[in-house]
């Protein structure tokens, strides 16, 4: 069964480190990945997704994810983190044929000032 | 452009009581999804509407319905509400299979 897994269930990282979130997935056909924040009480927004081609894809808020098919993941990673990016991060890929969405069990960032 | 709009912000019903949901996608958009983010038990998909017919829906009881209409805005209706039913509803919009999804901000459903 597709399945998605965020091992990293809480991370806390200091204000300007660097970020890298976990996301390993489990799709027999070629996936098609994203990567959603949720601040809390609200909806999803997207940060970035991959359908196909550079396996490097860019995102908004300064974020990058890299594809690695060997691995089966799709990490999510910022240079340098600021206060405003703490909330949940959910990685994503979309199953039943393209119409729906399984999800992780979404990883809560804290930054520290 | 206008993102996905959701109504009520949020909605408390008693237990037995139905719940309707509302949700108007993304000018453009013919597709609306449902999903249903419980404490515990995290996203899960609940039913997915396009050009007014239901497509596909997940692993929740037939007391959870809805459709969608000519403008392709949709209601979720949940019938014989129980206490577990109390989650963030969210609706998501796209352009069908195989497409990005976009969500809104979500409907919180408290059932007492």
């Known amino acids: 069964a597709q399945s998605v897994t965020q091992p990293d269930i809480h991370i806390t990282v200091s204000e300007g480190a660097s970020l890298e979130l976990r996301c390993n997935y489990s799709?027999?056909?070629?996936?098609?990945l994203f990567w959603y924040v949720q601040s809390p009480g609200q909806g999803l927004q997207l940060l970035l997704k991959?359908?196909?081609?550079?396996?490097l894809v860019q995102g908004i808020k300064g974020f990058e994810a890299e594809f690695k098919r060997s691995q089966s993941s799709f990490n999510l990673r910022k240079p340098s983190v600021h206060w405003s990016d703490a909330a949940e991060y959910f990685c994503a890929v979309l199953t039943g044929g393209g119409n729906k969405l399984t999800f992780g069990t979404g990883t809560q960032l804290k930054v520290e000032l | 452009e206008a993102g996905v709009t959701q109504s009520p912000t949020h909605l408390i019903k008693t237990r037995g009581q139905q719940a309707t949901l509302r949700c108007s996608p993304i000018s453009g958009h013919t597709s609306v999804y449902w999903y249903q983010q419980a404490l515990g038990l995290g996203l899960q998909f609940l039913l997915w509407y396009d050009e007014g017919e239901e497509r596909n829906r997940g692993n929740f009881p037939p007391r959870f319905s809805g459709r969608q209409f000519p403008n392709y805005s949709s209601e979720l209706n949940v019938n014989a509400l129980e206490l577990e039913d109390s989650a963030l509803y969210l609706c998501?919009?796209?352009?069908?299979?195989?497409?990005?999804?976009?969500f809104g901000p979500g409907t919180r459903l408290t059932v007492l």
């Open positions: 998501a919009s796209g352009r069908g299979r195989m497409d990005t999804q976009y």
């Open positions: 799709y027999g056909a070629t996936p098609y």
């Open positions: 991959y359908f196909s081609g550079d396996t």
